[in-house]
């Protein structure tokens, strides 16, 4: 074998080795694109905006903000979204709205910040309707908060207890 194939094989290996991901990197999750959540709290911008919308890559803010394509990137911790609603693509507001989220990795809760012209980022949270429902049903049957599901469902029952 001639010294310039062998380098060439050399090379080759060593490129094919850095390539690889590292043994360390844990596998990010699978990307979330379609899902309902249901902000706990106020409603974003003004009522109707009660429900952000994930659908076939866009995303809505209830009857407020009709669906503009958002950015979906994977991360680590879960699904990374951001969308920018332009001028007039949500009722009653003059200007951009920004939002910019991350949904959990089992894709069931939304947190993150919505900005509207001339006011203060807002941070919200948000719940799938099957998480609420989950919680509820645990809550009212055993009259405890559920422990293992966190901030999630005892954000849940404590609004659901507050309005009662």
């Given at each position: 074998?001639?010294?310039?194939?062998?380098?060439?094989l050399?090379?080759?290996?060593?490129l094919?080795?850095?390539?690889?991901?590292?043994?360390?990197?844990?596998?990010?999750?699978?990307?979330?694109?379609?899902?309902?959540?249901a902000v706990?709290?106020?409603?974003?911008?003004?009522?109707?905006g009660?429900?952000?919308?994930?659908?076939n890559?866009?995303?809505?803010i209830?009857?407020?903000?009709?669906?503009?394509?958002?950015?979906l990137?994977?991360?680590?911790?879960?699904?990374?979204?951001?969308v920018?609603?332009?001028?007039?693509?949500?009722?009653?507001?003059?200007?951009?709205?920004?939002?910019?989220?991350?949904?959990?990795?089992?894709c069931?809760?939304?947190?993150?910040?919505?900005?509207?012209?001339?006011?203060?980022?807002?941070?919200?949270?948000?719940?799938t309707?099957?998480?609420?429902?989950?919680?509820?049903?645990?809550?009212s049957?055993?009259?405890?908060?559920?422990?293992?599901?966190?901030l999630?469902?005892?954000?849940?029952?404590?609004?659901?207890?507050?309005?009662?």
């Amino acid at each position: 074998m001639t010294s310039s194939v062998r380098v060439l094989l050399a090379l080759g290996a060593m490129l094919s080795v850095l390539d690889a991901p590292p043994l360390w990197a844990a596998p990010k999750p699978p990307l979330c694109t379609a899902g309902r959540f249901a902000v706990e709290g106020a409603p974003l911008i003004r009522p109707g905006g009660e429900v952000v919308v994930l659908a076939n890559k866009t995303v809505a803010i209830g009857a407020v903000c009709a669906p503009r394509p958002a950015k979906l990137r994977r991360a680590s911790r879960g699904t990374g979204v951001k969308v920018t609603f332009t001028n007039g693509a949500c009722s009653g507001v003059a200007g951009k709205v920004k939002l910019t989220a991350t949904i959990s990795s089992d894709c069931a809760t939304m947190t993150g910040k919505l900005k509207a012209p001339k006011t203060d980022a807002v941070s919200f949270t948000a719940a799938t309707l099957d998480v609420r429902r989950r919680c509820h049903r645990r809550g009212s049957r055993r009259g405890v908060r559920r422990q293992r599901d966190g901030l999630r469902c005892r954000a849940v029952l404590q609004r659901r207890s507050a309005s009662a």
